[in-house]
């Protein structure tokens, strides 16, 4: 089965700093690639995707992540953040073939201060 | 477009209780899903319905979880009877098919409690 993998649970930074989470998985197949992100009070909602093509992907709120799969990562980035991206960010995968599981990982709580 | 509904949103009971949660997927959507989101982790799988039938079950404790999608639209996760390392927010999401390219869209959850 698959897993993922993303460290450095929280996280805090200032308004402009930029932002990079870390995202790992294990899977030795194709993978369909997910950020989601969950604002206070909010569901989860999709911020960005990768199926397949380019490897840098770019989402809503001047986020992109960048596929490697070398080395089985999707890493999230946003080069200036604003207080209202203090959110929990999750990433997850999905196998291309087999059971079809969205697989999460625990979650990046980010904090934004003005 | 309406998104997934999700009622209640918040249960509290006690434990040995038994407890039932709703939810109302995105119109068209033949795929539904449940999951388990417990504190400080991410949501995992309980099962998953293609139209009526239950396609993944695998991660569902069968001993005291039971869901059903009756009539291929709405859905029904139950506990019975609850324990404490049931307290986690269930949520629920649909997509309009199981495999890429399509996405899952989520409810706003529900919220349990278990004492």
């Known amino acids: 089965a698959q897993s993922v993998s993303q460290h450095n649970h929280h996280v805090i930074l200032s308004e402009a700093a930029s932002l990079e989470l870390g995202c790992n998985y294990s899977y030795g197949g194709t993978v369909n690639l997910f950020w989601y992100v969950q604002y206070p009070g909010q569901h989860l909602q999709l911020l960005l995707k990768y199926f397949s093509g380019d490897p840098l992907v770019k989402g809503i709120k001047g986020f992109e992540a960048e596929f490697i799969k070398s080395k089985f990562s999707f890493n999230l980035r946003k080069p200036s953040v604003q207080w209202s991206d203090t959110a929990e960010y999750f990433c997850a995968v999905r196998p291309y073939y087999g059971n079809n599981r969205l697989a999460f990982g625990k979650g990046n709580q980010v904090v934004v201060i003005p | 477009e309406a998104g997934v509904a999700q009622s209640p949103r918040y249960k509290i009971i006690e434990k040995r209780q038994s407890v039932a949660f709703w939810c109302n997927p995105i119109?068209?959507?033949?795929?539904l899903y449940w999951y388990q989101q417990i504190l400080g982790q991410g949501p995992k799988l309980l099962i998953q319905f293609q139209n009526n039938g239950v396609v993944d079950d695998s991660q569902l404790p069968k001993d005291r979880f039971s869901a059903e999608r009756l009539k291929g639209v709405d859905s029904t996760l139950k506990i019975q009877p609850a324990k404490l390392e049931d307290s986690a927010v269930y949520l629920c999401a649909s997509s309009l098919a199981r495999d890429s390219p399509y996405e899952q869209y989520f409810g706003p959850g529900t919220r349990l409690t278990v004492t």
């Open positions: 119109s068209g959507h033949a795929t």
